[in-house]
C-alpha cells in the first residue's frame, strides 16, 4: 500500500497510460485534471461534448487541444451515452465526469442494456493522506448510497476492501463507525456495526478485518481506544473508516480537507471501471491524485 498520495502516480505510471473518456468535457477543471494526468505520463483522454465548448474552456487554461480526441456530441445525455460506451467496449480504461450532473452521468452508467453495471452496488471511496494519521486511509461512502441499509453496507465494504487489494494491501482493516461503541438498538450504526463484525469473524466477509461499532476516535487513535478499554486489532490503525450514511461521511471527507489539512482522491466503485467524478472545490492534486487512483486500482489489465 502506497504510504503517500504522490506513489500512486508512480504505481499507475508503472500499469501504462490509460485512456480516460470524459462525459461533457467542456469543463477547465476537469481539462486541466486530465492534462496534468498527460504530462504525469498516466493516462490520456477522449473529449466527449459539444466541441465549441471543448475548444472554449481549453483557451480559457491555454491548453491546446490538438493532440486531444475530441468526439463532438452536444447533447449531454448522449455525451454521457458514449462516453460510457467507449469505456464499455474497451477503448478507454477509465470514465470521468465532466460539466454534467453526476444523475445523469450514472444514468448511463446503470442503463441495463449499454451500461457498465457489473452486478454489484455502486460506491464511492475517499483515500486520504492526512498529517495527523501514519498512513492512507479510505472513507465509504461520502458521495452515492444517501441512507445505506445493512445489505447495502455489505456490498460498499466490498467494494472498498477489493479497492485495498487492487493496491496491495491483502487484509485491509475495517471500522464501522457510529457515534458511540457500544451497541444501542435505538442506533441503527452501531447495530450494523456490531453485525458486519460478526459476520467478519464467521468468515461470511473475508479478507479483511472488521470490527465495530467504533466511534471515530477510537477507530484513528490507540490511545483513545486504549482509554476505553477497547481490546481491538482495528481499534486505533483502521485502513477503512465505514461511515453511517452520506451525511457524516460527507461532512467528515470535507472536515479531513477543509480543517484537517489532509489531501485526498476519490472514485467510484463497483462499476466495470473505476469513475472519477471531481469537485469544483478539489484540488489540482486532489483530481490529478484521483486519476492516478483509478488507473492504479483498474486501469489497464
Known sequence: MPTDLSELLGRARAGGRNRIAVAAAGDMHVLEAVRAAAEAGIAEAVLVGAKDGILAAAREIRMDPGGWEIIDIPDPAEACRKAVALVREGRAEILMKGLVSTALLMKAVLDKEGGLRTGALLSHAGIFQSPHYGKLFAVTDAAMNVAPDFEEKVGILTNAVGMFH?????????????????????????????????????????????????????????????????????????????????????????????????????????????IVLTSRADSEASKLHSIALAAAIGGKP
Open 166 to 274: 487492487r493496491l496491495g494491501v491483502e487484509k485491509p482493516k475495517v471500522a464501522v463507525t457510529a457515534a458511540v461503541e457500544t451497541v444501542n438498538p435505538k442506533m441503527e450504526a452501531t447495530v450494523h456495526g456490531a453485525m458486519l463484525a460478526q459476520m467478519n469473524r464467521r468468515g461470511q466477509i473475508g479478507g479483511c478485518v472488521v470490527d465495530g461499532p467504533l466511534a471515530l476516535d477510537n477507530a484513528v487513535s490507540r490511545e483513545a481506544a486504549a482509554h476505553k478499554g477497547i481490546v481491538s486489532e482495528v481499534a486505533g490503525d483502521a485502513d477503512i473508516i465505514l461511515v453511517p450514511d452520506i451525511e457524516s461521511g460527507n461532512m467528515l471527507y470535507k472536515a479531513l480537507n477543509f480543517l484537517g489539512g489532509a489531501l485526498s482522491a476519490g472514485v467510484i466503485l463497483g462499476a466495470r471501471a473505476p
